[in-house]
């Protein structure tokens, strides 16, 4: 049976250096699967870092206000349990999100309206308007899918992350290889700036071709995931693959005792995403 690798991408603005941050990344899945399912195998784990290409220097340790913190207690971590009005709310929540970004369409990346939604974007500019940055950040992750082509491979995409995940996948989509399954956390992949840079490349938003499974896993509370729901953005393909949309508690609280909604490692550890670990591994698979 092929070894399974679980690759992931990192999102938004400047990270600690790449080791660090892999590791963290690699303690928040285990914690994870640890809490809420009592498993404590290996895991195979690569993460595709760029931070680097954007940052002249990673952040020292000490100066982060958002490490990786191990949550109190050995109880499983708290499924998302809100009603289905709170479900409605979320899912529908998008065309707020649609109104004010149709402004940034209108006057493009604008600090003003970046201030507004309380986010920073300079990332997502750079990434579209450099195609130099643009070129260097998606062949991390084609190099790195191209490492591990013989191996069922998860891949987990978070924030900005899924965004440069989907662009590559979609350049990939005669590659004969496939991904096992496709996550995205905390993604603004719904966001019509996105899907509309989408369109303008591809032709369209489509399922990418080698995906098998493809979650999408967002906290209500998230600012970058204005939309919840990927699955009315991005048709499925000819095959049926299409997106399956979750909501997520993301329980993050960093130093500072600041819940923090988007914080990778919440995303990471969430029962949600404990179970598609462990379906993605199955019984009997090498770790």
């Known amino acids: 049976m092929s070894a399974s690798m679980v690759i992931g991408i990192h999102g938004l603005k400047n990270k600690p250096e790449k080791d660090l941050l892999a ?3 690699a303690m928040a899945l285990q914690e994870g699967l640890l809490r809420n399912l009592g498993l ?16 002249p220097a990673p952040i020292p340790e000490a100066e982060l206000d958002n490490p990786y913190l191990a949550t109190d207690g050995q109880d499983p971590l708290l499924r998302y349990g809100g009603t289905a009005l709170d479900t409605a709310k979320a899912m529908a929540g998008k065309w707020g999100g649609r109104a004010i970004d149709k402004g940034k369409d209108l006057i493009g990346l604008d600090e003003h309206v970046d201030h507004l939604l309380g986010l920073a974007f300079d990332d997502l500019r ?9 070129d260097r950040v998606r062949d991390r992750l084609t190099h790195a ?3 591990h082509k013989n191996k069922r491979v998860c891949l987990i995409a978070h924030s900005m992350g899924s965004v440069i995940a989907y662009d590559v996948l979609r350049m990939l989509d005669q590659d004969p290889s496939e991904i096992e399954h496709f996550v995205t956390i905390g993604s603004p992949l719904g966001l019509p700036i996105v899907t509309q840079h989408a369109r303008k490349e591809f032709s369209n938003t489509l399922v990418p071709q080698q995906v098998r499974q493809w979650t999408n896993l967002a906290d209500p509370g998230d600012k970058i995931a204005l939309d919840c729901s990927l699955g009315d953005d991005y ?7 299409r997106v399956q949309d979750d909501l997520v508690h993301n329980d993050y609280v960093d130093r500072a005792g600041q819940s923090d909604r988007h ?11 404990s179970d598609i670990i462990h379906g993605f591994l199955g019984a009997g ?3």
């Open 235 to 241: 048709r499925p393909t000819p095959r049926g693959i």
């Open 263 to 273: 914080n990778a490692y919440g995303y990471l550890r969430t029962p949600e995403l």
């Open 40 to 55: 404590a195998a290996p895991l195979a784990f690569e993460l595709v870092y760029w931070a680097d290409i954007q940052y």
């Open 126 to 134: 750079d990434y579209y308007g450099r195609p130099d940055v643009r």
């Open 285 to 287: 698979n090498r770790v």
């Open 145 to 147: 899918l191209h490492r």
């Open 23 to 25: 590791r963290w990344w």
